[in-house]
């Protein structure tokens, strides 16, 4: 007998399955199921199935005062049934954030600031004296499964007067802990946006990749800047991170003209661009892409398969035997709805992307 078994469900490639669980991983898919389960789930039709959304760019260790949140708010009650915090926590503070993230019905993963304190204060890399390859080679060994990466904010409110050096220093340390993923925040110059991406190699994430700022993507004349494409095409993956500041309706559009997409899809959500906006959950950033020209299946694959692909999440992100039995059930309403940039700029749109479900582990949540 199945603990679980999901009756009726089909994806957003059409493909209708029925799923049997045993000990929170999927263990059989099916077109059609006839054993027994302890618990049965059966969609309505109007409701499609994917393997679990994964945010891959959030800020939720409820310490914190600058950036934070609750990861059961962005998380499974909206739809979310992985989230990465992206570098609220250094080496000082990641262990207290690691006892609150494990009580949490959400799976929560960290990227490990480069600055020991974290995000405590706006200019975590003004101070080198804040990076210490030591406590964060230690901070990874004690927490070798919940700290999945590296986070560098590089952007002139938080580099001070140092430059490319804590990129430089961040670069240095990935090697010395063994490639883990390196994820970049991109803002105002200092330093210039091409020499970041001169550092970066493919593999490494540029978050904020879309926002309306002078040092981004575009050039005044509208066009994408050539050095961007050639860090595209050298492999270095593209991240939205929404964020209070940095998505732009424009630069989205251009780039998808230009054949320049986004890989992974995150809202860099906290507590108050959740409830104030723009951003509000990872279903409305979903719904700002595919206003912006983007199919539901492709940005579907962004949170779910693509994040698990560039974080090494194994078992996550996919609808395959042996897997996490993790899943987000949702629909699509044809209801007018407007969207707003973080620039303030609006979008008339007729389709919403509703969660409904987070199941973690066959644990089922209403995402409402």
């Not at 559009?253 to 899809?265: N, V």
């Not at 994040?307 to 996919?318: Q, S, V």
């Not at 987000?328 to 919403?352: A, H, I, M, P, W």
């Amino acid at each position: 007998m199945f603990d679980l078994i999901i009756k009726n469900a089909k994806t957003v490639t059409g493909d209708s399955l029925e799923i049997g669980v045993t000990d929170g991983k999927i263990t059989v898919i099916s077109e059609k199921l006839y054993e027994e389960g302890r618990d049965v789930l059966t969609l309505k039709d109007s409701q499609f199935l994917s393997a679990g959304w994964i945010d891959s760019h959030v800020h939720c260790y409820e310490k914190m005062s600058l950036y934070y949140d609750f990861p059961d708010e962005i998380g499974i009650k909206k739809g979310v049934t992985t989230v990465i915090d992206a570098g609220s926590t250094g080496a000082d503070n990641i262990g207290d954030f690691h006892a609150h993230a494990i009580k949490a019905k959400t799976d929560v993963l960290a990227l490990i600031n480069i600055s020991k304190t974290g995000i405590v204060k706006q200019d975590e890399l003004a101070d080198m004296e804040r990076l210490s390859e030591e406590s964060i080679k230690n901070a990874i060994n004690k927490y070798p499964d919940f700290i999945i990466g590296l986070k560098a904010r590089m952007s002139a409110s938080v580099i001070g007067e140092n430059g490319l050096e804590p990129l430089i220093w961040a670069k240095r340390i990935q090697k010395a802990t063994g490639d883990l993923p390196l994820m970049v925040h991109i803002g105002s110059a200092p330093p210039e946006l091409s020499d970041i991406l001169k550092e970066l190699e493919a593999g490494d994430i540029v978050t904020h990749c879309f926002n309306g700022k002078e040092n981004g993507i575009l050039a005044s004349d509208d066009s994408i800047k050539s050095f961007v494409f050639d860090a595209y095409e050298k492999g270095i993956i593209f991240d939205i991170g929404h964020g209070t500041d940095s998505f732009n309706f424009h630069v989205a559009e251009i780039a998808f003209k230009e054949k320049l997409k986004a890989a992974t899809i995150s809202t860099d959500i906290y507590h108050r661009n959740r409830e104030d906006g723009p951003v509000h959950d990872l279903a409305t950033t979903l719904e700002k892409l595919l206003e912006v020209g983007y199919n539901l299946p492709e940005l579907i694959e962004k949170i779910t398969v693509k994040p698990a692909e560039y974080f090494d999440l194994t078992g996550k992100g996919r609808l395959e035997v042996g897997a996490d039995a993790d899943f987000t059930v949702f629909s699509l309403n044809e209801e007018r709805k407007t969207l707003t940039d973080s620039n303030g700029n609006t979008r008339q749109v007729k389709k919403q992307i509703i969660p409904e479900l987070a199941i973690v582990g066959g644990e089922i949540y209403n995402a409402k």
